[in-house]
């Protein structure tokens, strides 16, 4: 019997607002002191009340409309009560009811598209860390603004649910609402497997992976589930509805909890905020500061850049931008630069901060396309644009620093050739290539660079040379 596997993803995604989403405290606690990043409101202390970041509203409409989903006018904040150490509160604020973002989709790139059911506002908890006999508890999370994303059964391969993780990931960098730093937590997904009979018309029991940070993660979790639900189900047994773990060194999920009866969370409307009431204006105000998106980036540049090419360089909404900067007609040249050479750098991510103006860049690709350059000369110029000390002095100067600039003036390259065919050494090359031995060539292609110290243009001269040789 073959089973279809049903997948469902939760991604929770944190927003990169100044301050978090009910106190006026810095919301960047990355490479910070625990408990350094707090305020009497996450503390929860008696008499503190929360007062809502207009800012996370903002970014979550433009999230909203990154995935094309409606934005609710009307929404409003639940309390959904639970008892953890990691929640002073003893309940998390959140938008159970009435959320801001309703429903949409995902297209990934292989144009399968992935419905959203809804997005919620709503703030983070804290971050315990288990020792042997003890853990500890770190605040500086509690009530970073985050918008839960949540996806309909729509995905029913690994590669798929990976696929559907990452597109998120670049479309709510391209929008601009989070630093997108997985590592960190910025975004992290909780998967729900299930697989069902072929033909079934109901899905089967499902299994929830909590806390995945990583695309590859996503991927081996849900092939490791699929395979062991099968695997159940083929020896007659029953999938248990569970959490379980995910561990990358085994690659294997565990059991955690059961999760048999559905937990009483005690919804509640929140008594200390009141409802967000949003204007068709406001939401087209804010629709408009989206930038282009993945897909327009692959309309764009589908008939000019390789797919395989395009899709490493759309991680990057830095290099994107500065591809459509320089235009259609140096972004072929420019994206190869950029995914072979400047990717490749151990210092990339630096770079990426601090890239070279368009007109930099158009400027090399000119250089390269009138073959002032060799394709050596092309890359090591490209990487000097980078380096701080060269900043701003522009491809031509720093071309002209390293004296790299090729000659292809035709006169100059012929009294080059004259001199090296003159030379007694190279006479038994030329008598060998008029006597049908091509290889020969290449040789007197490299004395004729020699003698130019570098700056004769390989493919001019050699057909200098074939001219002159055939006479």
């Known amino acids: 019997m073959k089973y279809i596997p049903t997948i469902g993803i939760e991604c929770h995604v944190q927003l990169s607002t ?76 959140t938008q159970f009811y009435q959320p801001i973002i309703g429903a949409g989709y995902v297209e990934l790139p292989s144009g399968t598209r992935i419905r959203i059911e809804h997005a919620h506002l ?29 996806s309909m059964p729509d995905i029913h391969s690994a590669k798929d649910a990976h696929d559907y993780c990452k597109e998120l990931w670049r479309l709510m960098r391209y929008a601009k609402v989070t630093y997108g ?22 899905l089967g029991t499902r299994a929830e992976i909590k806390n995945l940070n990583s695309f590859r993660s996503v991927e081996r979790a849900v ?12 020896a007659g047994e029953k999938v248990v509805q569970e959490t379980r773990g995910w561990n990358d060194a085994t690659g294997k999920t565990t059991g955690q909890r059961s999760k048999e009866e559905a937990k009483d969370y005690r919804y509640m409307p929140e008594p200390d905020l009141p409802p967000i009431n949003l204007s068709v204006e406001f939401i087209e105000a804010e629709t408009a500061k989206l930038p282009l998106m993945p897909s327009n980036y692959r309309d764009m540049f589908d008939k000019t850049i390789i797919k395989d090419t395009l899709e490493v360089l ?78 701003g002095r522009g ?16 006169s100059a390259l012929e009294a080059i050739v004259d001199i090296v ?7 038994k090359a030329q008598a060998d290539f008029r006597a049908g031995e091509e290889k020969v060539i290449g040789f007197l292609v490299g004395q004729v660079m020699k003698e130019s110290h570098g700056k004769a243009n390989p493919s001019t001269v050699q057909q200098i040379l074939r001219n002159k040789l055939v006479k």
């Open 223 to 234: 092939e490791y589930e699929i395979a062991r639900q099968t695997k159940l189900l083929e």
């Open 314 to 391: 759309l991680d990057y909404p830095e290099l994107m931008e500065k591809l459509n900067e320089v235009g259609q007609d140096n972004a072929k040249f420019l994206s190869n630069l950029f995914a072979s050479v400047l990717l490749a750098e151990e210092k990339s991510a630096e770079y990426l901060n601090d890239l070279p103006s368009g007109e930099e860049l158009k400027e090399l690709a000119k250089m390269n396309a009138e073959k002032e350059l060799s394709s050596t000369a092309t890359k090591e110029v490209f990487l000097k644009l980078f380096d701080p000390q060269m900043k």
């Open 18 to 93: 100044k301050t978090k989403l009910f106190s006026e405290v810095d919301n960047d606690a990355r490479g910070k002191e625990p408990n350094s990043c707090v305020s009497p409101v996450d503390y929860a202390l008696p008499g503190m009340l929360p007062r809502l970041n207009g800012e996370a509203v903002k970014f979550a409409i433009r999230a909203g409309k990154a995935m094309n989903c409606e934005i609710n006018p009307k929404s409003r904040f639940d309390r959904k009560h639970y008892f953890y150490p990691d929640s002073p509160k003893g309940y998390q604020i």
């Open 421 to 427: 065919l003159a030379k007694p050494a190279t006479a």
């Open 122 to 150: 709503e703030g983070d908890a804290g971050k315990l860390t288990h020792f042997d006999t003890y853990s500890l508890v770190d605040l500086n999370r509690v009530d970073t603004p985050l918008i839960e994303i949540v």
């Open 395 to 410: 491809a031509r100067n720093i071309a002209k620093e390293l004296g790299v600039i090729q000659e292809n003036d035709l």
């Open 181 to 202: 730093d997985l590592y960190n937590g910025n975004m992290r997904f909780d998967i729900n497997v299930s697989v069902a009979p072929e033909g079934s018309d109901q």
